[in-house]
């Protein structure tokens, strides 16, 4: 369990509606691109609200409790299982700003993520981290394992 930091009583967690392309969280999502792939998202806004509207998205955030400002967020999914009778999720979009990290932040976030999957009947979630995450350990902490392995294949030349 996470020991309580001199930030515990000024950040708000919750679950919110996803963003539009303008919004407080356009810095967030700028310097979480460039952490990806050295490049700002493209964010396909208009997949994400659909994935909203048929309630399968979950959207939370911290927010700093004064000025009301974004400081991290998880984006986690569900869909049915197209091989076995299951419903399962993906963990998607999950950055804290730099500011604030080692806070316990971003496994706060993920924990209640999580909490909301299990209360939409999602028995398995997954997470896809790039190969220079090197937090193995806040990994096992959150309960995921290793399952395999991801490979990727550009089809451009």
């Not at 979480?32 to 909203?52: A, M, N, S, T, W």
């Not at 076995?84 to 700003?97: C, I, M, P, T």
């Not at 937090?135 to 959150?142: N, S, V």
């Amino acid at each position: 369990m996470l020991a309580p930091n001199q930030h515990a009583g000024k950040i708000r967690y919750g679950t919110e509606i996803f963003p539009g392309p303008v919004s407080a969280f356009n810095r967030l999502f700028f310097h979480h691109g460039l952490e990806v792939r050295g490049i700002p998202f493209e964010l396909d806004f208009k997949r994400y609200h659909q994935i909203e509207f048929e309630k399968r998205l979950i959207w939370v955030v911290a927010r700093w409790i004064k000025s009301n400002a974004p400081i991290g967020y998880s984006c986690h999914y569900w869909y049915r299982d197209l091989n076995f009778n299951e419903r399962v999720a993906a963990d998607g979009l999950w950055f804290v700003d730099h500011r604030v990290r080692s806070l316990g932040i971003g496994f706060t976030l993920k924990l209640i993520g999580h909490d909301e999957l299990r209360k939409h009947g999602v028995v398995k979630t997954s997470d896809t981290v790039r190969n220079t995450f090197r937090h193995i350990k806040l990994m096992r902490d959150l309960g995921f394992e290793v399952a395999g392995y991801k490979w990727g294949k550009t089809l451009l030349d």
